[in-house]
């Protein structure tokens, strides 16, 4: 657990030392907030026209309009965060020193998998302004926001895991981003194409299949709108144990390699 921790710190520590993590938060927030200030501008003009004639109150799209554009834009966020935590150590040679430290291949994985989805959960926890605005203007459901942040979490985590499968694959940080960005989209488009099998009879059977296979299935339905199933965590939850241990059985092999 000490070596766990200390690959942990070591991580973190760079993250909060790294332009382009600075890069990404100054992003994804400017977007978001010029996004969420529309959303939100016009979700009030709609609602007061609607208190009107009796209605209005925020809707359950601007509780969860934060969590659901970050996990749209993990394509982008995802790859950038994790293209260097191996692809680099490979690349300058540092992994096989890190590698004679007194640990093993899962641990030194772990420890910097919870150091990039820490740092995405500082960015997550940033957006529950959004939520607190949206307190101002009505009275949101408690139920619904929970869900649908508990849904980002484990999506982001999902996505990280997936990429550093990548990282370790090539000491190319480029070709590592550009692969994990493909990959996140193919997990992302699945529902997409699973509409588009059920219109072949002889692939209407694989349609489910692929279906759930995605990312979206797991969260746009579910869990953004505050409707929280087990099938859903754990699809979440063996996305990442199964992309991490992938990940080690390549530095591993690179270990056995060298």
């Known amino acids: 657990m000490s070596a766990i921790f200390a690959v942990f710190k070591r991580e973190l520590a760079l993250y909060f030392r790294s332009p382009i993590a600075y890069a990404v938060a100054f ?5 978001l907030g010029i996004l969420f200030n529309g959303n939100l501008a016009q979700s009030v003009a709609f ?6 004639q009796g209605g209005g109150g925020v809707t359950a799209s601007d509780l969860n309009l934060a969590p659901a554009l970050i996990t749209f834009l993990m394509f982008l966020i995802g790859p950038l965060l994790t293209m260097r935590l191996l692809a680099e150590e490979s690349r300058e040679g540092t992994i096989e020193v890190l590698m004679t430290l007194p640990m093993n291949e899962a641990q030194f994985i772990i420890g910097k ?9 500082v960015l997550l926890l940033l957006t529950v302004v959004y939520h607190l605005i949206l307190t101002l203007v009505g009275v949101p459901d408690a139920g619904v926001a929970f869900g649908a942040y508990l849904g980002a979490w484990l999506y982001g985590g999902a996505v990280l895991a997936v990429c550093m499968v990548w990282s370790a694959v090539t000491e190319d940080q480029i070709v590592a981003a550009f692969l994990s960005a493909a990959t996140v989209l193919v997990l992302y488009l699945a529902e997409v194409a699973a509409v588009s099998l059920t ?8 349609a489910g299949f692929v279906r759930e296979l995605g990312l ?4 746009g339905a579910t869990l953004a709108n505050g409707i929280i199933r087990a099938e859903d965590i754990a699809y979440f939850v063996l996305m ?3 992309a991490l241990f992938i990940t080690t059985r390549i530095v591993e092999t690179r ?4």
């Open 27 to 31: 992003a994804m927030l400017l977007f």
């Open 47 to 52: 609602n007061v026209s609607v208190a009107q």
């Open 113 to 121: 998998f919870l150091a990039v989805w820490s740092y995405y959960t």
């Open 199 to 206: 219109s072949s009879p002889t692939l209407a059977n694989a």
């Open 216 to 219: 979206q299935a797991h969260f």
């Open 240 to 242: 990442m144990i199964g």
């Open 255 to 258: 270990r056995w390699r060298a």
